[in-house]
């Protein structure tokens, strides 16, 4: 009985160990995205990145997040299974999530709110560019009238690649969890199923 306390208590210790691992690795990887697509959002053009955010996010963007995230989240679960072969009788298995096509609809629905406002203010503040100054201030020195309609266009679209990277890695919306949501349930699933040696 003292030994399969003792074996319990090693199991919980593994766990721990490798949800804290999950998240690090996910949760860095997720800040290493953002870091990483935000040069690349500077250069979209207006139609791809700034008027077809939905269709750049998800053409541009998704796959890239997927390509990179998910081997990571397969690496955690593998470490994981090797560290507890010699601890308890269960093996660990990645298990992919599905993809969800109706993430990218329903999270662009969500900020639909404030990127419609920014849309309206948009088109009502194009049509008298040349003379309106956006809200907040002049135009930068030596900038076109138009600038700072695009600097707030790709605002918008940042806000959409950084909620699009933190919903798909590390906090996914209601009933869809993220890889690391995901990591860390196979990784207490385990937990839960294994036997002390």
Do not use: C
């Amino acid at each position: 009985m003292l030994m399969r306390l003792f074996g319990r208590g090693e199991i919980r210790r593994w766990r721990d160990l490798h949800v804290a691992m999950a998240r690090a690795v996910l949760q860095q990887a997720a800040a290493d995205l953002v870091e990483s697509f935000d040069a690349d959002l500077s250069q979209a053009d207006w139609r791809d990145g700034l008027i077809e955010q939905t269709r750049f996010v998800a053409t541009r963007i998704a796959p890239v997040v997927r390509q990179v995230a998910e081997p990571l989240a397969r690496r955690v679960i593998e470490e994981a299974d090797r560290a507890l072969q010699p601890i308890a009788w269960h093996h660990l298995q990645w298990q992919p999530l599905p993809m969800d096509t109706n993430l990218m609809r329903d999270m662009m629905e969500e900020l639909g709110d404030w990127a419609a406002a920014g849309s309206a203010a948009l088109s009502g503040l194009m049509r008298g560019a040349a003379t309106t100054l956006p809200i907040g201030g002049a135009p930068a020195r030596g900038s076109a009238p138009g600038d700072w309609m695009r600097l707030r266009a790709e605002a918008r679209l940042r806000a959409k690649v950084q909620a699009y990277v933190y919903a798909t890695v590390v906090q996914g919306p209601k009933g869809r969890p993220a890889l690391l949501e995901h990591t860390i349930g196979l990784l207490r699933d385990a937990a839960r199923h294994a036997r002390p040696l």
